[in-house]
């Protein structure tokens, strides 16, 4: 299996970034880690071993990305419009330095963002502020009302970054109408503490009209045996 690593500056968040690719062929996924998760967690806990026949016979390519929630959402130390606005900071890393990488990579492909727990919230986060950088977002076993990392704010940008509080109130078609070309996966466990927040997230979703799947899972479904049969089902 192809496995190269790649580093450089980045200027949206002007420190050292890193990510790992594995595959050079087939859609290119974007994995977001779990939370503080870094770019060498899927490899560590073994999902991309679990995907690596789907990987070497060309039909996935994984782009493992890093985190920095831990200068984000984590950082008791900034303000909640500080976390905020860092996250903006990382959500440009993503779109202005590792998409263009991955669509230089594959030119014409159609793009899939991937993530389980916090990964799920930043896949879906930035699929809709910015609709037309993927095709496909698989969301497993999410969280996303980001006013409990954010001291419960959501004016300014503490808005911005939580999709539980900007998207009852989305009406602009500039965003719906590519979201609703887009295939949205959300799965989560039943017994997942987080999974009401997936229902209603699936339910702003289908009331605007983008159609988005909803699958509740039996049981707490919040670990890596259980992520590892999700992708088989949904990715």
Known sequence: MSRTYRTWHSP?????MELLTFGERGMPVVVFPTSRGRFYQWEDFGMVAHLQDRID????QLWC????????FYDDERTPEERARRHVAYERHIVDEVLPAVAEAN????????????GAFHAVTIALRYP????KVVCLSGAYDAARWLGSVRQGDCYFVNPLAFLPGLTDERYLAPLRETEIIIATGDLDPNASESRVLA????????????HVWRGWSHDWPYWKDMVDAYL
Do not use: I, W
Not at 12 to 16: M, V, Y
Not at 65 to 72: A, G, I, N, T
């Open 203 to 214: 339910a702003h979703l289908q009331q605007k009209g983008v159609p988005a799947a909803l």
């Open 57 to 60: 016979s060309g039909n996935l």
């Open 65 to 72: 990305v890093d985190s920095v929630d831990s200068e984000s």
């Open 132 to 135: 037309d950088v993927a095709r």
């Open 107 to 118: 030119p014409g492909s159609q793009r899939c963002l991937l993530g389980a727990s916090f």
């Open 12 to 16: 949206a968040l002007d420190r050292r």
